[in-house]
């Protein structure tokens, strides 16, 4: 079975200031990790993704992730928060071999950002 | 594109009333997925489908919730007969598999409010 962990049900943030957002997953093989962003009242966005290759990820909106085996960890970064960043985020994962086609949800992180 | 497209935006009904949900998935998405989001619970995958097969259905609540994807353009998603704690927001995604990309398109999900 494959499980995501959000351990912080709120972040809060003074904009200007680095921001994380915590994330931990659990699959029985390897992952595909995924951050997505739910602004109030929206349908969820992706953000960013991590399927091989370099372990630190970019995405959009100048938000990066890192992707840590031996931690299971792939925490959402970003050097300098805006206030328009404060929303619901999710990250995800999904057992790239797992034949199956799911994927699993934490379960969200709000993030305040503020003046 | 359009993207996933959600029908109605919100649903205002009475327990004991059938609910219907849409979906129209993005053109070319081989792959279709119903999740529910509530404060409690956060998101659940409902049912998914695979070429307008359904795969997998574990996540569907009980028997009251039906889900049909008789074409690769469209999906419903059923109720009936509805109760208070079906309310939530519901969402539709869909994929394109097998490109490596796995990136899934949300719509902008379905408030449903059951009195």
């Known amino acids: 079975a494959q499980s995501v962990a959000q351990p912080e049900d709120q972040v809060n943030v003074a904009e200007g200031n680095p921001l994380t957002v915590k994330c931990t997953y659990s699959v029985s093989g390897n992952p595909y990790l995924f951050w997505y962003v739910q602004y109030p009242n929206r349908g969820l966005q992706f953000l960013l993704k991590y399927i091989t290759g370099d372990n630190l990820v970019k995405g959009s909106y100048g938000f990066e992730a890192e992707f840590n085996k031996s931690q299971t960890s792939f925490h959402l970064k970003k050097p300098s928060a805006l206030v328009s960043d404060s929303a619901l985020y999710f990250c995800?994962?999904?057992?790239?071999?797992?034949?199956?086609?799911?994927?699993?949800f934490g379960g969200g992180t709000r993030l305040m950002v503020k003046p | 594109d359009a993207g996933v497209i959600q029908s109605p935006r919100h649903e205002v009904t009475e327990m004991g009333q059938e609910v219907t949900l849409r979906c129209k998935p993005i053109s070319g998405h081989n792959s279709l997925f119903w999740y529910r989001q509530t404060m409690m619970r956060g998101l659940e995958l409902l049912i998914y489908f695979n070429n307008n097969v359904p795969i997998d259905d574990s996540g569907m609540p009980e028997d009251r919730f039906s889900a049909k994807m008789p074409n690769a353009s469209f999906s419903t998603l059923k109720i009936q007969p509805s109760e208070p704690r079906d309310s939530a927001v519901y969402f539709c995604?869909?994929?394109?598999?097998?490109?490596?990309?796995?990136?899934?398109?949300f719509g902008s999900g379905t408030q449903l409010s059951v009195l």
């Open positions: 995604a869909s994929r394109k598999t097998g490109t490596g990309n796995e990136k899934l398109f």
């Open positions: 995800a994962v999904r057992d790239r071999d797992n034949a199956g086609n799911m994927l699993t």
